[in-house]
């Protein structure tokens, strides 16, 4: 369930992606361009998530847990801070963009706004048995190595098809609807709000 939530609030933030592609839709006026985007917005999404827990997943093997757990927190709070101070964004790209550019877009724009910290906490409920013993034997076997990877992998994937969802829907809506004046008359920072929540993740995290 929070990983469905995560992922539809993932897809409403216009700087994950639906703003992007509801832009290139309305230069090439075809709703196909929209949703033509949204593919590669969620792959990039989806790595930028994978890279972070893959780490989170590595250090869950070698930190003591209450110490990843303190470590988790600080990182969450302090990026939450970072992003209340500095809220900027990549802005290397431009529109003339093909797949592998609208990849590493969302790869990089996942990747500033903290996407996958927010999904360290979830990592860090999952059994430990195998990690304790994977540390025991001093080796990670194959079934250690593939179990870990197939729910890193089903996480992902939740996550990711859930923010694809929300965002085609909200980008078809703004694209058909209501264009891009409707940001003009109905916006609030969607940045601020991320903020605080990795700010409130990490306090939970370090007192539970």
């Known amino acids: 369930m929070v990983l469905l939530f995560l992922g539809a609030f993932h897809g409403i933030n216009p700087g994950m ?14 709703l196909r361009a929209v949703f033509r985007a949204l593919l590669p917005i969620a792959i990039g999404h989806a790595l930028s998530i994978l ?14 847990e209450r110490l990843l757990h303190w470590l988790s927190a600080g990182v969450l709070c302090g990026f939450g801070l970072y992003k209340l101070i500095r809220a900027r964004h990549p802005r290397w790209v431009g529109m003339r963009v093909n797949f592998k550019d609208l990849v590493l877009w969302s790869f990089l724009m996942a990747s500033a706004h903290g996407a996958g910290l927010m999904l360290v906490p979830v990592l860090l409920q999952w059994p430990r048995e195998a990690y304790a013993h994977a540390q025991l034997i001093h080796t990670l076997s194959p079934d250690f190595i593939a179990t870990s990877l197939s729910l890193l992998l089903a996480a992902v994937g939740v996550h990711t098809l859930s923010m694809l969802l929300v965002t085609a829907a909200v980008a078809g809506l703004i694209y058909e609807k209501w264009g891009l004046a409707i940001l003009r008359q109905a916006w609030f920072n969607l940045d601020w709000v991320w903020a605080g929540a990795l700010i409130l993740t990490g306090v939970c995290v370090a007192v539970l």
Request: glycine share 10%.
């Open 51 to 64: 890279v972070v827990l893959l780490v989170a997943g590595m250090l869950q093997v070698v930190v003591p």
């Open 17 to 30: 992606g639906w703003l992007f592609a509801v832009a290139l839709g309305l230069q090439e006026q075809r």
